[in-house]
Structure formats: structure tokens, C-alpha cells
């Protein structure tokens, strides 16, 4: 749409996610080109020229999109396997499997993986992939294009294991890279895929996998690669007692104070899980800004243990949202975590007041912005910023009782997507997507997950 070109959406309860939570129990929105130009109370300023469209939203709650902060999107083809697993017997259990991937795989695992999101209310995804057996073709292609032809805005967390089996690793030795290997299909992903400018649609950030996968080496030329690159850097951490366990008996300290000594601290960092904190490594992301992606239906599914995310909250600590890879999180959708969220939390020590409906709102648009170092952009519906906003439907028989409707989203069932923006261009319509066939989707995820099977000598 031009800029001058604008969407008016009128008459729905507001969420704005802003510094001071601002809500309107009836409101409208203004887009005009990739932009929100203005929102309030009431309805639209008359006037208004260029109008390409209205829409009637009587019904329905807009809030900020979606923001995913943690996936592994060719997980989608190994769904429903090793589902009475810890982590560590899980990643044993599928990394042969995980190993066979190719290009025409992944990419099919990618669009599934963003179609189910996209559907869900996510208007910005990341993945975190770090799977590149030799042969294999351009994965971080195959992912980049799969998000660019579904609509959303993307960050690739372009990852590295080069600590295979042979090395004490748990993945196969030929599923893994050499450090400079490692280090220079990195370099080469950022340069031909990191988008600087403003409201890009693609950035790129360093990410070798985990302490347990990856050598010191390339954990600590990682950091200065991201850095000298000028991109962000995302590891997963502290996710298990096991993990914690591996890093005292192999470098004799915990996780945080070994991230810490490889440069793996700092507010352009971000680590998924941190299920197993303690006070000291809370106060050190507090004081770094370093930010956490928290998955709680992924945590619970590998039994790991419950993230203290109101302590990290009350520190000061930036987190965000994730689903996790969709083989330890099988539903692959992020307003489910919503509800997770809040309710996994409220059964650790803090209990009732453990978060709130509107702070696990928080978590999944402007903490997430926040913690991909977007939150100037999107993550918050305010006048200037990125188009990027759900329309909730929230008068059908499973909200239409409930009275408030950030309630309604987050303690009620799945709410409907009548309407999913990015960039003010509409991608998600009555709950389906406009952008890309679900059925053909479906089809070709299944037919590429019997392959990936049949490869993997489980079919």
C-alpha cells in the first residue's frame, strides 16, 4: 500500500502493550502505509483522506503481533517422537534423525512452522537453527525464503555445533561443523541476508547452539564475530539441572559465569530457557541487560523445570516469549503460551502472584521486541511505530462471557485471528492465511516428514 494510503479499524478494545498500559475499551487505529498513524478512544477523526479501507471491529480486542523469541523450525517434520524424554535422552533420541534434514526438508519444516504462527497472531518469528549436515544444501536460504513468502518478519539465528559425538557432543560427528567453518557460513549469512535499515523484514544473529554442543572456541569467536558485525547474539542456556552439571565438571563453573567469561553476557544477547537461575545469575542478566526467551509449554514437555520469570521481571531481566521447536512443543503456536505462561508460573513460589494476564501479554509482544532489540519498532501499538497488530475475536461463545478481554485472551481458550497485519499489509484473514496455502502445506509437510523417516530408517 502507498504511504499515503490508509486502513482505518474501528470500534474494537485496544491493548496498546505501551509504557503505561494504555487500553481503550472502544477504539480505533489509523494505518497509513507500513505505519500506525495515530490510535484513541472512539472512533476515527473525520476527515480522514485516502481512505482505502474500514473495518468494523464490534467485537473483537487489537493488541501488538505476536513476537516468537526461541523455535527450531525443522523440528515441525519430527513432531509426537520421544515425547517421555528429559532433554538430554530427547536430543539423543532424535539427533540421527535430525542429521538427515536437506534443503528441500527444511523448507517445508519452515513453512509449516511459520503458518502455524502466523495463523496463531505472530507477526514476528525467529529461528534458531543450528542443523547443517554435510550436503545438505542452503537451509538458511530455504528458512529466509519460507518467512518472506509467508509475510512476517524474521530473524535467523543462524547456529553452529562443532562439538560432535567423538568429542563428548551428543549429535553425529558428520552433523556438525569445524569452528572456522562454523564461524565463516556465519559471517557469509549475515553478510547476505542482515537487513540494517529501518522496519526491516530480515535480520540475522550469531548463535552456536548450547555449551553442551559447541566448543569455547567457537563460543568466544562467536561473540567477537556478532560484535564486529553489528548483530545480535542468541545461545540456549541453563535449561536443565543435567546442563548445569556439564559445565561444572567441564569448565568448573556454572552456566552464567561461563557465558559470562566467553563474552555471552551484554544487552545485545538473548538465551533461551534459563529454567535453573539462581539470585546471582538473575542479578548478572539484570545488570548485562541480557534478555531470556521463555517457553514454558517446551520446558514442562522435557520436564526441565519452571523459569523463576517473575524474579527476572522484578530485576529488571528482558523476556520474551518462545514455543521451542515443535518436537518438544507439538501445537507450534505462541498465543497458547500466553496462557502457559501465566499458569506454569503461578505454580512455582510465587503462586497466584506469580503474573498477571496483562504481564503475560507483555511477554509475548513488547518483551519479545525487546528482547530481538526491536522494541523501538514493533512490540507496542503507538503512532510511528511498524503496522504490526492481530485483531482478536473475542464475541464468540468461548470469550463472550468474560468481561475484560485481556482476560478473555490470555486466561480463555485460543481466540480466534480475524485479522493479523504486518507492515499494515493484512496476512491472516478469519483465521486463515493469505499469504500461502495451508492445505498444500499440510500435504508437503507430511509427505517431506515420511521422507525424512524413511531416510532416518524409522519408516
Not at 186 to 212: I, K, L, N, W, Y
Amino acid at each position: 500500500m502507498a504511504a499515503d494510503r490508509r486502513t482505518v479499524i474501528e470500534n474494537c478494545a485496544i491493548a496498546t502493550v505501551d509504557a503505561q498500559d494504555t487500553e481503550h475499551a472502544t477504539g480505533h487505529l489509523v494505518l497509513a502505509g507500513d505505519r500506525i498513524e495515530s490510535l484513541g478512544p472512539g472512533p476515527a477523526p473525520e476527515g480522514l483522506e485516502n481512505v482505502a479501507r474500514r473495518i468494523d471491529a464490534t467485537g473483537h480486542l487489537a493488541t501488538p503481533g505476536l513476537v516468537n523469541t526461541h523455535h527450531h523450525f525443522y523440528q515441525w517434520l519430527t513432531r509426537g517422537l520421544a515425547t517421555d524424554h528429559n532433554l538430554f535422552d530427547w536430543l539423543v533420541a532424535l539427533y540421527p534423525t535430525w542429521a538427515r534434514i536437506d534443503e528441500a526438508m527444511v523448507h517445508a519444516a519452515a513453512q509449516g512452522s511459520l503458518a502455524m504462527m502466523a495463523r496463531g497472531g505472530v507477526t514476528t518469528a525467529m529461528d534458531h537453527h543450528y542443523v547443517f549436515p554435510r550436503g545438505s544444501g542452503d537451509l538458511s536460504a530455504a528458512i529466509i525464503t519460507a518467512a518472506r513468502d509467508m509475510g512476517v518478519r524474521f530473524t535467523l539465528a543462524r547456529g553452529s555445533m562443532d562439538r560432535g559425538e567423538s568429542d563428548g557432543g551428543l549429535p553425529p560427528d558428520f552433523a556438525v561443523e569445524t569452528l572456522d567453518d562454523a564461524l565463516a557460513a556465519t559471517e557469509e549469512t549475515v553478510r547476505r541476508h542482515h537487513d540494517t535499515s529501518p522496519g526491516a523484514m530480515t535480520q540475522v544473529a550469531v548463535a552456536p547452539c548450547s555449551p553442551f554442543s559447541v566448543s569455547t572456541e567457537l563460543m568466544r569467536q562467536g561473540a567477537e564475530l556478532a560484535r564486529r558485525l553489528g548483530v545480535r547474539l542468541h545461545t540456549h542456556g541453563s535449561e536443565t539441572v543435567e546442563e548445569e552439571k556439564f559445565c561444572h565438571e567441564l569448565f568448573g563453573m556454572g552456566p552464567t559465569d561461563y557465558f559470562e567469561s566467553t563474552g555471552w553476557l551484554g544487552d545485545d544477547v538473548w538465551m533461551a530457557h534459563c529454567v535453573h537461575m539462581n539470585d546471582s545469575d538473575i542479578a548478572a542478566f539484570a545488570r548485562t541487560g541480557t534478555g531470556v526467551a521463555h517457553c514454558p509449554s517446551s520446558n514442562a514437555r522435557l520436564a526441565a523445570g519452571i523459569a523463576r520469570v517473575p524474579d527476572m521481571l522484578a530485576a529488571g531481566v528482558p523476556v520474551g516469549l518462545g514455543v521451542d521447536g515443535t518436537a518438544s512443543n507439538e501445537s507450534g503456536e505462541l498465543h497458547t503460551e500466553l496462557r502457559n505462561a501465566l499458569l506454569i508460573n503461578r505454580l512455582g513460589a510465587h503462586r497466584e502472584k506469580a503474573l498477571t494476564a496483562r504481564q503475560a501479554l507483555r511477554l509475548g509482544t513488547h518483551g519479545g521486541a525487546r528482547v530481538l532489540g526491536r522494541a523501538d519498532e514493533i512490540g507496542s501499538l503507538e503512532p510511528g511505530k511498524l503496522a504490526d497488530l492481530v485483531l482478536w475475536r473475542m464475541d464468540t461463545l468461548a470469550h463472550a462471557s468474560i468481561a475484560d478481554p485481556v482476560t478473555a485472551l490470555v486466561f480463555g481458550a485460543a481466540a480466534p485471528v480475524t485479522a493479523s497485519f504486518v507492515n499494515g499489509r493484512q496476512i491472516v484473514e478469519n483465521g486463515r492465511l493469505l499469504t500461502a496455502d495451508e492445505d498444500a502445506i499440510a500435504r508437503t509437510t507430511r509427505a517431506e516428514a515420511r521422507r525424512l523417516a524413511r531416510i532416518a530408517g524409522h519408516a
